[in-house]
């Protein structure tokens, strides 16, 4: 986690696609998704506050006490981006599409998925890799969780009816 060796962040794809027709003009399409991030960024603090069992989290020394103390002494909050995340996304898609007529047709689509990372965010900012920030710096594995935009149902029903004017 400390280490001063850079890695470049990266992200994989894959996925496998079954497709059956089931009847005329009606098409089964059954999908495994994934993808992943690795090595992303995000902001570690490298002079956190130490874990002291003293009143209100306090360290006496020399007759003093430093309120909430960080590792040195002589600097405060020194937040350094690093290459420490990964996310991870899998998913089961299945869909069911049906031309009814030369001009008709219809979609239903559904997903069952579950997308995991090390802290993710709508903001812009952060989708480019700009603050992903720990909140336990002594222990960055907790801060895996599903990401923010991790959606595990989702259905989806559309048609289309081509107009029937001449190009």
Excluded at 5 to 21: D, F, G, H, V, W
Excluded at 73 to 95: I, P
Excluded at 108 to 127: E, P
Aim: hydrophobic share 30%; net charge positive; glycine share 8%.
């Amino acid at each position: 986690l400390y280490s001063d060796k850079s890695s470049t962040p990266y992200a994989m794809q894959y996925n496998l696609n079954i497709q059956r027709e089931l009847m005329q003009g009606t098409i089964l399409q059954v999908a495994y998704v994934g993808a992943g991030g690795r090595h992303l960024l995000g902001t570690i603090e490298r002079n956190p506050p130490q874990i002291v069992n003293g009143a209100f989290g306090t360290l006496a020394t020399n007759g003093s006490t430093t309120p909430n103390p960080r590792l040195n002494l002589k600097l405060g909050a020194l937040g350094m981006r690093s290459e420490w995340g990964t996310s991870n996304y899998n998913a089961l898609q299945v869909g069911l599409t049906r031309r009814f007529t030369s001009h008709l047709s219809a979609q239903l689509s559904y997903s069952y998925s579950k997308s995991l990372d090390y802290g993710s965010s709508f903001s812009q900012d952060t989708a480019v890799g700009n603050n992903v920030n720990t909140e336990d710096p002594y222990n960055t594995r907790n801060e895996r969780g599903r990401s923010t935009f991790d959606r595990t149902h989702v259905l989806r029903i559309n048609s289309t009816y081509e107009l029937p004017f001449a190009q």
